[in-house]
Nanobody
Framework: QVQLVESGGGAVQTGGSLSLSCAAS????????MGWFRQTPGKEREGVAQ????????AYAASVKGRFTISRDNAKNTLYLHMSSLKPEDTAMYYC???????????????????WGQGTQVTVSS
């Protein structure tokens, strides 16, 4: 069964950095677009970043572009999100997700992803 497990969340001050990891198992990781999403109570889930199967294509939400970097290591079945210059508005539960179908174009909508991790909390204090 597909399993995605996020780690690396925590508390950081404004301007600080954090790196999140997502360990994937139960499917052929290298064949699927992957994405990071975040959600705060009262807000809709937001697509933060997406990456193609080989990592040649990446996309970011305007709110994080230039500050966050998504990457993947297919040999390790692991997805990463490196976050810098963090702001209080980045505070959220961050989720790792795998696309619904292999080799499909990566999009920013949650409906395009079928499998999700349990989430890891990121808290940025001012």
């Amino acid at each position: 069964q597909v399993q995605l497990v996020e780690s690396g969340g925590g508390a950081v001050q404004t301007g600080g950095s954090l790196s999140l990891s997502c360990a994937a198992s139960g499917y052929t990781f290298s064949r699927f677009c992957m994405g990071w999403f975040r959600q705060t109570p009262g807000k809709e889930r937001e697509g933060v970043a997406q990456i193609s199967v080989r990592g040649s294509y990446t996309a970011y939400a305007a709110s994080v572009k230039g500050r966050f970097t998504i990457s993947r290591d297919n040999a390790k079945n692991t997805l990463y999100l490196h976050m810098s210059s963090l702001k209080p508005e980045d505070t959220a539960m961050y989720y790792c997700a795998a696309a619904a179908e292999a080799y499909r174009m990566c999009g920013s909508r949650g409906s395009e992803y079928a499998n999700w991790g349990q989430g890891t909390q990121v808290t940025v204090s001012s």
